[in-house]
């Protein structure tokens, strides 16, 4: 997408601030008190100034934007002190475009409230000061126009920022997804292909027809582990599979089914929670243990231990 640089956008912007200043200064002969005028153009100059090129994002500070509006109360006072009630021409009423393009800067970078607020100042002031028929010939419908104009665009350009914040949300989310994603599979196949590793001799001994009563248990215990470390996923770790062989040799029955629920966490997360199910499975004796890691919901984790023929489980757990 192209972006103007910053540096362009503000001597536009100052640009646009320092053409009344400009106007005023052309006709400064026609000031009856000059100090009045003098510190009105300079108190204007340094604080449009300041609110175009100070800070580096668009949403201007709330103290600035303040000050602006006490700019926009002064600036006029100072001017109507400076000149007769009835000089109304481009060079002493230039405080209303200059005011109505420091407003416009205010709206423009984020401070939309307080620019329809100093709007309604400048507008009592011009008009207590020379009457309705100051409206036009002081440029203060076309300093309004610009308020409204700026206000419009950034209401505009602050939805365009939530919106691109939220895609950019959103792209973030779905590439860490797929970074864990990748990084499970990984893990998963490293698992697997350990297990398979571990169990390649005793493939040998089933192919060969070697297998003695020892050799069986340990054909069910791996035939066990490798249907853990498919159905198990994030669940399993090398302490959990020594925990569930351990327990399998106790006679315990181990399910392990990991629905996803372990997925957004983080992997220090991860390990405390299998630590802790690894302890708990170590302190079962006898019977079936279901372990879940259910998708969705605010339980991560779920540990049932129970015993035939009992109506309620012995251990259930969430976590």
Sequence with gaps: ??????????????????????????????????????????????????????????????????????????????????IDVATVDSQTSWYVSGLGALLAVTAIRGQQAVSWIGAGV???????????????????????????????LSYALTRIDTETQTYLDKAIEIEAAAAIESSTRMERSRRLSETLRVSYPLLQKIAAGELDEESRQEAKLLEAQLRDSIRGR???????????????????????LDEGGLVALAENFKAELRQKLAAQLDQISSGRVTIRAPRGGQINATFVASRAGTAAPDVFLKF
């Design 1 to 82: 997408m192209f972006r103007l640089p910053l540096w362009l956008v503000q001597v536009v912007g100052a640009l646009l601030v320092l053409n009344p200043p400009v106007t005023a200064l052309i006709g400064f002969d026609r000031y009856d008190h000059w100090m009045f005028a003098m510190v009105a153009i300079l108190i204007y100059v340094f604080v449009a100034l300041l609110s175009v090129f100070y800070y580096r994002t668009r949403e201007m500070p709330a103290l600035l934007a303040w000050v602006n509006l006490l700019v926009v109360v002064i600036v006029p006072q100072l001017i109507h002190e400076a």
């Design 122 to 152: 400048l507008s009592l002031e011009v008009l207590v000061w020379g009457g309705t028929e100051t409206m036009f010939n002081s440029g203060l419908a076309g300093a309004l126009s610009l308020i409204v104009a700026t206000n419009v």
């Design 234 to 256: 994030e669940l399993i770790d090398s302490k959990m599979q020594e925990a569930i062989r351990s327990a399998r040799l106790r006679g315990i029955e181990v399910v392990v």
